[in-house]
């Protein structure tokens, strides 16, 4: 508490100095950011240096965040820990952290006096620490003028060092989406998982609390940095291209140190915008329109419908190539079926097929009589039916087709979800379904950790997808929350959550979950399925799986 | 003094580790020697026979590739395993193989690099294109990728599977021509150790 009470009192400090002066600090803090994260030297020029006495690196390989982190905060990889590096860590005196039996294996680092300026040029330029201990010979030795390092030392202060908005000496603020146009179902199913959580984490942070304070050894490894969880949830009015201007209302009145699961209707978009402008970690939405342009803040599980197009595309590759192929996309305008339709457009554009376009209009499911007028009319092209799976009620009808029966009908498991195994009448044997989840047959596997949890607390099942996913976001982020102790960073709650996927037993309904730094979708593989030949109703999967 | 007794047996734990350890290094493979003398050494060395596993993988330039024939026959080989997401030991890995490449480029050696991606997922082609221009990788050097049983197969056969990727381990690979067993390096040796290596299992 003296420590930020200091740091307060220094940005109070910083804060009135004159202006000149502030703009020249301002200067050499982003002078110091893009040294820290890109390696690049005020004179424009990639930073070098060596590592390992003499391999030479160059800012590429080797800029400070690459193992540094964008919090700062470190990290460790194969055995090698890598210490922070913000402002509270370096330019205080550091105690050994541990007692003196314990030292030799621990993975604490040992103690040495704040740095300066010049102490920190030494361990930048040469390698030795502020209590001239020789660094380890992994961190680089670097080329650096003193006005770079007067830059990065200048940035190294301001990493991490103040709570980030949203968490207080007594609690955490998170936040979850619950738009009104979701599925209300579905968004109370999923609300009721993370509540269920959250009550949990809360009734457990008393016990957490008084093991800090009675435990022997415990006060020696972990702060007192318990904070109960306020669960905001967030009922965002209409359409999603509205949401951004609510997002930031909502924000301004109870900024939140994280977002976690969510749901609602439309492109996800607003939602990773705001937490891109905000700062604020995104975890686990559960959407069919990610964004995946790897922004830091946002993570998701899979690609939903994007993905999937993309995989149709690669499996359709060879057909689409080598006949003239027609391919007939059926869908709402407006609907995640048109957003498919598009990123199917873009995936096959260099394709000769010819892509046609069929919009159902109306509120009732299309008819067996559009259906049977599809195939007659088109003849026997590839069905590619982005619909509900309330729009496929009369899919199957068309019996006695002939020559007229599509050679293929595509559906998606993300739009249409059980809808799309249940399809009967001829037309079955002709479907195949892309889907980003765990093989059918395996997937109730998968759900057994969510089913041993809701049990005890009365929680029933009605949209196990929805809930899985629910229980894997709010898991990670209740064990990264955890794991960061003391370190509130909003950067090192998303490196935390980046490097623990893989080790997380639950993977809710995915075949196989794995993050790495920077990663931004958890899911990569997409499947697609037939019905099996052996079975009356089962599945089975064309080919393997398909990577990212 | 359930205090006392919690600590007398964490000591006693720790020191039992101890003795293990000390203990262990005496049957450990042989530490090879460090141009630091005296300093701990960075890396150890070990000889070994891996039968390379029979995949197709798919190289960054696009062009796919039979394992046996990349890494398992008579030519001059090093391997490494590295994913391009990596942010603190494949680094490394590569700035070493960069510049081991380079210098013996320059000596006009043909032996040639592979780096194989323990992230096969994420590490398609493209990703392991713009990653080999990011490390500045040679004409000799190439990065490939697969289907991730093939990558399991091999990364079993090289005994490098660590669970989580974020476990692997720094490794290096050295096979000169003609030799049956290869030389495993585990840790980060220094270019001039890598390049003593190498030319001292050349006249072994």
């Given at each position: 508490m003296v420590v930020l009470a200091l740091l307060g009192l220094q940005t109070l400090i910083l804060a009135v100095a004159a202006g000149a002066e502030g703009d020249a600090q301002a200067d050499k803090v982003s002078a110091g950011q893009r040294l820290y994260r890109e390696g690049i030297l005020s004179s424009g020029e990639a930073v070098t240096g060596f590592t390992h006495g003499d391999i030479p690196i160059f800012a590429s390989q080797l800029a400070c965040e690459s193992c540094h982190r964008r919090s700062g905060l470190g990290s460790s990889e194969g055995g090698k820990v890598v210490p922070p590096v913000t402002g509270q860590a370096l330019f205080q005196d550091r105690e050994h952290e541990q007692q003196a039996p314990f030292r030799s294996r621990s993975m604490s680092v040992g103690g040495r006096p704040a740095y300066e300026l010049s102490s920190l040029a030494d361990a930048l330029r040469?390698?030795?620490?502020?209590?001239?201990n020789e660094l380890d010979p992994l961190m680089p030795r670097y080329d650096m003028s003193d006005s770079d390092v007067e830059a990065l030392y200048a940035y190294l202060e301001t990493l991490a060092s103040e709570l980030p908005a949203g968490v207080d000496d007594s609690k955490v603020h998170l936040a979850t989406i619950a738009a009104k146009n979701a599925d209300e179902s579905e968004r109370e199913s999923m609300l009721e998982i993370l509540k269920a959580f959250a009550a949990d984490k809360n009734a457990d942070t008393r016990n957490e609390s008084g093991r800090s304070v009675r435990g022997p050894y415990f006060r020696a490894y972990m702060d007192v940095s318990y904070r109960k969880w306020d669960l905001h949830v967030w009922e965002l009015e209409g359409p999603s291209e509205t949401w951004f201007e609510q997002l930031e209302a909502l924000y301004e009145e109870q900024p939140v140190f994280a977002l976690v699961s969510g749901i609602g209707e439309g492109s996800w978009r607003p939602v990773h915008d705001f937490c891109a402008v905000q700062e604020v970690p995104c975890i686990?939405?559960?959407?069919?329109?990610?964004?995946?342009?790897?922004?830091?803040?946002s993570i998701y599980l899979s690609g939903g419908v994007y993905r999937e197009a993309k995989a149709v595309a690669e499996h359709l590759n060879d057909k689409l190539s080598e006949e003239p192929a027609l391919v007939i996309q059926v869908y709402r305008a407006g609907s995640a079926g048109e957003a498919m339709a598009e990123a199917f457009l873009k995936a096959a554009e260099d394709s000769s097929a010819t892509i046609e376009a069929v919009r159902v209009a109306g509120?009732?499911?299309?008819?067996a009589n559009f259906w049977e007028t599809l195939y007659r009319e088109r003849g026997p092209g590839i069905v590619l039916a982005w619909l509900g799976s309330d729009d496929l009620e009369n899919l199957g009808s068309g019996a006695g087709l002939g020559p007229a029966t599509p050679s293929l009908v595509i559906l998606s498991d993300t739009l249409s979800g059980d809808g799309a195994y249940s399809v009967t009448g001829p037309i079955r044997q002709q479907v195949r379904v892309v889907s980003l989840l765990e093989l059918p047959e395996r997937r109730e596997r998968g759900l057994l950790r969510l089913r041993t949890w809701v049990k005890p607390r009365g929680i029933e099942i009605n949209h196990p997808r929805v809930q899985a996913d629910a229980f894997l976001a709010v898991t990670l982020a209740g064990s990264a929350v955890k794991h960061m102790r003391r370190n509130f960073s909003r950067e090192y709650m998303i490196e935390i959550v980046e490097h623990g996927l893989d080790n997380s037993v639950f993977r809710s309904v995915y075949p196989q979950l794995t993050l790495g730094p920077n990663q931004r979708l958890a899911s990569k593989s997409a499947y697609i399925l037939r019905p099996s030949?052996?079975?009356?109703d089962g599945w089975v999967a064309v080919d393997a799986a398909s990577s990212y | 003094m359930i205090v006392l007794d919690t600590r007398t047996v964490m000591f006693a734990f720790s020191l039992a580790t101890c003795l293990l350890l000390g203990s262990l290094a005496h049957i450990a493979p042989a530490v090879a020697e460090t141009?630091?003398?005296?300093?701990?050494?960075?890396y150890t060395r070990e000889t070994v026979s891996y039968r390379v596993p029979d995949v197709e993988l798919i190289a960054h330039d696009g062009n796919s590739v039979s394992l046996v024939s990349a890494i398992g026959g008579e030519k001059p080989v090093m391997v490494n395993f590295v994913f391009t997401s990596c942010t603190t030991i494949c680094p490394v890995l590569s700035a070493s193989f960069a510049e081991v490449s380079r210098r013996l480029g320059e000596k006009g050696d043909s032996i040639e690099f592979v780096s194989i991606s323990i992230d096969p997922e994420y590490d398609t082609q493209e990703k392991l294109a713009e990653y080999a221009k990011r490390m500045g990788a040679g004409e000799s050097w190439r990065f490939l990728t697969g289907n991730p049983d093939d990558i399991f197969k091999v990364e079993k056969a090289f005994n490098t599977?660590?669970?989580?990727?974020?476990?692997h381990l720094p490794l290096t690979f050295i096979k000169v021509r003609g030799a049956e067993e290869w030389v495993r390096l585990e840790g980060f040796p220094s270019v001039d150790e890598v390049l003593a290596e190498y030319g001292s299992a050349k006249n072994s």
């Open positions: 040469l390698g030795v620490d502020s209590g001239g686990f939405p559960i959407t069919d329109r990610p964004v995946l342009d790897e922004d830091f803040y509120s009732d499911p299309p008819s030949p052996d079975a009356e | 141009s630091g003398g005296g300093k701990e050494p960075n599977y660590r669970g989580n990727k974020m476990n």
